[in-house]
């Protein structure tokens, strides 16, 4: 037993990306809502930006159809390192990058930064499984996805 002291993770703590690393960037203007008592943007808040960022990419490139597309994206993993604290009011942008892109899947990498910063406040990610609306089963990345996707892809 340990005297106290957790370690959630044996994995090393990542260390603040620069906005270059992502080649998309969203814009985010925060809301009163998503401060919370303690003054500074709530931690699930930073996924719905992170969902925003991506959903709104994909629907520019023509990849996303939410109300009729056969194929939708299901999260199936997702996570978040904090490195300085944002408010509102506040202009921030969503750095988004993918780092694997597989056959019915996708791990998106994203970053919160401040409008004067150059280094993510926060850097998160999360994996899409692409699947038939109908059944839930995964498909292949439809072409028009699969091309918006690699558009993203850093190595």
Known sequence: MNSGSVNASSA????????????????IQTRWAD?????????VTYYAYFDTAVNAYLAAQGALDIRGGEVIGLVVETGCAFFAPVAFPEALQVGVRVAKLGRSSVRY???????DSEKAAAQGHFVHVYVDRASRRPVDLPPVLR???????VA
Not at 35 to 43: A, E, K, Q, R
Not at 109 to 114: C, H, I
Not at 147 to 153: K, N, P, R
Request: proline letters at 15%; aromatic letters at 10%.
């Open 147 to 153: 091309a918006a996707l690699e558009a993203l892809t």
């Open 109 to 115: 990498e994203l970053a919160v930064f401040q409008e």
């Open 12 to 27: 090393p703590r990542p260390t603040p990306q620069p906005r270059a690393a992502y080649p998309y960037h969203h814009p």
């Open 35 to 43: 401060n919370d008592v303690y003054g500074h943007v709530n931690n």
